[in-house]
């Protein structure tokens, strides 16, 4: 059974820091790994996607990366600002009857202050 | 493309009560699916469908639950005889094979 955990659950940084957020996973036979951002009490909204075969994404000032055989992706955010403030989810991709079955972990707590 | 959308919104009902959730996905994506997300937690994987279809239920899915996708379009979730226990945000997701997957807003439901 794939489990996926978040580390640190919550960091605070100021304005203008580079910071980079952790997801490990269990079971290295993913098949893409997924970061999300979600704002309290709202829907999923995707940042990226890497597929087993990648190594990294980028997105902007997103960078992502997927070591699959250390069972790790890291999520690089550049330059950040008070409205990346969110909790930040990393999902495993599992392929399941021609589907995608996503595994999260619990997210980390992302807070930029001016 | 409008998105993934969900309705209602909310949901407030009472223990034993049966409610159903309704999940609209972007037009050309097959591929639908139902997560489960209570406070602090990730979400967590319900139910899948491609077209109309439901080829995996997680065993999170009791025998009070059903989800249907009539026609291959949206989906509908049923909740029979709720419990305090089913309160939670119910999120739809859908995709193009199995590429990105993209959340509606999610439908939060309390169960007094």
């Known amino acids: 059974k794939q489990e996926v955990t978040q580390i640190p659950a919550a960091l605070s940084v100021p304005e203008g820091e580079n910071l980079v957020l952790n997801c490990s996973f269990t079971?290295?036979?993913?098949?893409?790994l997924q970061w999300f951002r979600q704002d309290p009490g709202k829907g999923l909204t995707s940042l990226l996607l890497i597929q087993s075969s990648q190594r990294e994404q980028t997105s902007g000032r997103l960078n992502a990366s997927l070591d699959k055989s250390s069972g790790r992706s890291t999520l690089y955010i550049a330059a950040s600002q008070p409205g990346d403030s969110a909790t930040y989810l990393c999902a495993a991709g599992g392929l399941t009857g021609g589907g995608n079955k996503l595994t999260f972990g619990t997210g980390t707590q992302l807070k930029v202050e001016l | 493309d409008t998105g993934v959308s969900q309705n209602p919104r909310h949901k407030i009902t009472k223990r034993g009560q049966n409610v159903t959730f309704r999940c609209d996905p972007i037009s050309e994506h097959n591929r639908l699916y139902w997560y489960r997300q209570t406070l602090g937690q990730g979400p967590e994987f319900l139910t899948y469908?491609?077209?109309?279809?439901?080829?995996?239920k997680s065993r999170l899915l009791s025998d009070r639950f059903s989800a249907e996708r009539p026609k291959g379009s949206f989906s509908t979730l049923e909740i029979q005889r709720t419990e305090q226990g089913d309160s939670a945000m119910y999120l739809c997701?859908?995709?193009?094979?199995?590429?990105?997957?993209?959340f509606g807003p999610g439908t939060r439901l309390t169960v007094l």
């Open positions: 997701a859908s995709s193009l094979r199995t590429d990105t997957q993209y």
């Open positions: 079971d290295s036979a993913i098949y893409n």
């Open positions: 469908f491609q077209n109309e279809a439901q080829l995996e």
